[in-house]
Structures are given as C-alpha cells and as structure tokens.
C-alpha cells in the first residue's frame, strides 16, 4: 500500500491536530487560541479540550472561525480507564460530531474510543513517552489510526516528546499506523509552534482533510519541508527544502543516510525494505526535522 502523497491531487495544508483552550486547561479562551494560529499561517486548526467531567465534556465548537482560508477540526482529548502503569488514558479523537455523548457509567477507553472512530473521527494515541504508555496498552485499540510521533509541549517541558519509539515497535509487529506532529499547546507560549503536519487534500473543507488524515496523506514536520518522495525503481527519492541528513528507517535496524550540507534532494536505496515498510526523516543545520508517514511495500 503505497500511501506516498506527493503526486496526488491538490495542495498541502499547514495545521495543528492538539491543542486546548479554557473549556479545559489551556490558557486562553478559543477565539485566541485560533486567532494565534491563524497569524501564524496555519490554514487549520483543532481545539481538542479533555474531555473530563469536571470540564463538562467540553466538544469546543470552532466553526465560527471557517473561513475560504482558514478551516477548524471538531476535536477532542478522550479520557477513561488505566495504562499498565496506572495513568490514566488520553486519545485524541479529530472529527467527532458536536453532539458526541458524555462518557458513560463505566465506559472504558476501548468502548469510548471506539464510539469516538464509529462517529467518523480520526484517532490518536497521543504523547506516548509522556506518560509512559507501552506497546501492550495499545493493543486494546487496533482501530487508531495514527500515532502522536512529535508532541512539543512534551518535549519542551518534560524531555518526552518523541513517539517514534512506540510507533516503530507498534510498526514492527505489523500494525499499520500513520505518525503525526503536534504541539499539545496549553499556554499559547514556549508550547506553541513547534510541531504540525501538512496535509495533502483536494481543498480546505473539513471533510477533505479529515480523509486525508484518514489516509495518511500528510507528513511532520518543526521546520523542513518535503517537497517530494517517489519511488523510482529500486530506489527512492527525496526532495526537501535545504537539509544536512536525509535517512531512511524501516523494521528493526534497517536504515541508511545520506550526509551533507544544505541537501536538497538525495537517492537512497530500497533494497532492503522490500516486503516491509519504510519512513524518511530530514534534519536540517539546526537539528528541526520533518517526517513522513511509513510507506508500506507489500
């Protein structure tokens, strides 16, 4: 399944997937969270409040803000039942309808979560290393869709903003995951504009980029940009804005490199990632790196 989404139709869409305002934690209320964004030349935003009763499960309504250049995503951070270490869960569910039902009596994560994906919603495991979360916990959702592979508030505050880890384990056992960039923004401060994806869809409407999401049709990124990944027989090539590293990474340890200053395209071979996955990572001078999702050769 070659989900590569460079060469389909339309254009790629700048925005943040996880971020909150005063319906729950976060700072400030909605209208400037998303005026932030905005200024900042995001073309889309979702404002994914935890959804806890001492909130009252808040589902932040931003369709006020839509317009023909900028759109929202009715998101939010779901919450219920414990990790194997005790934490208590967090999901991001990007889509839900505004009417999504509070959490039931008893209801766990899987049945939440799994009402959050029957609605429509795009749902992901969010900042693994922040709290520990380990293979063996997202077992109990095969349905997700994505893993959170880039959390900067996380980084920024705690030094545990990475999830390649887990997606790279959940990966090698077959599972089938895309890997998104976020910031988790509380305080609109040294939390904010540090990580985000570019979509590739047909248009802004929200509907076009929730498929997209759906599909994988985006990569991550704190900085560089992809222009371009192909496959070109038994190679593949990578074409960037200008970067020091373009790697490759696939099951296990396979991966290779290509090394210099101010790259902007680079050949990397495939042999040794047939019949399984691969991802590309770019790292400009400045050590900021952008993603793509896994590409799948079988």
């Known amino acids: 399944m070659n989900n590569l989404p460079f060469a389909s139709p339309g254009r790629f869409y700048k925005g943040n997937l996880h971020t909150h305002c005063t319906r729950s934690d976060g700072d400030y209320p909605v209208e400037e969270v998303v005026r932030c964004y905005r200024d ?20 932040t309504d931003t369709r006020a803000f839509r317009s023909e250049a900028f759109t929202t995503l009715i998101a939010a951070e779901l919450h219920a039942g414990k990790l194997l270490n005790d934490e208590v869960w967090h999901v991001l569910a990007v889509g839900l309808p505004l009417d999504f039902a509070p959490k ?38 095969p349905f997700a869709h994505a893993v959170e592979v880039y959390n900067h508030g996380s980084e920024i505050e705690n030094d545990r903003g990475d999830g390649w880890g887990l997606c790279d384990m959940l990966l090698n056992e077959g599972r089938r995951l ?55 027989g038994d190679e593949v090539l990578v074409e960037c804005s200008p970067v020091n590293a373009v790697m490759i990474s696939g099951r296990g340890s396979r ?29 400009d001078q400045y050590s900021h790196k952008a993603w793509s999702n896994p590409v799948w050769l079988d």
């Open 40 to 59: 900042k030349g995001y073309d889309f935003l979702a404002i994914s409040d935890h959804f806890l009763e001492r909130y009252d499960y808040p589902i």
């Open 104 to 141: 039931a009596d008893g209801e766990g994560i899987v049945a939440l979560a799994e009402r959050a994906f029957a609605a429509g919603a795009f749902i992901g495991i969010v900042h693994p290393t922040w709290y520990g979360l380990q293979p063996e916990d997202t077992r109990v959702l």
């Open 255 to 283: 991966a290779d490199k290509v090394l210099g200053r101010g790259l902007t395209a680079a050949r990397l071979p495939l042999e040794r990632f047939t019949k399984t996955h691969f991802r590309i990572t770019v790292a």
């Open 178 to 232: 895309h890997g998104f960039a976020t910031d988790d923004a509380h305080h609109m401060t040294h939390d904010a504009f540090g990580g985000w994806i570019h979509v590739k869809a047909e248009s802004l409407d929200p509907k076009s980029i929730l498929e997209s999401l759906k599909a994988g049709a985006f990569y991550s990124s704190q900085g560089p940009q992809i222009e371009n990944i192909e496959i070109i």
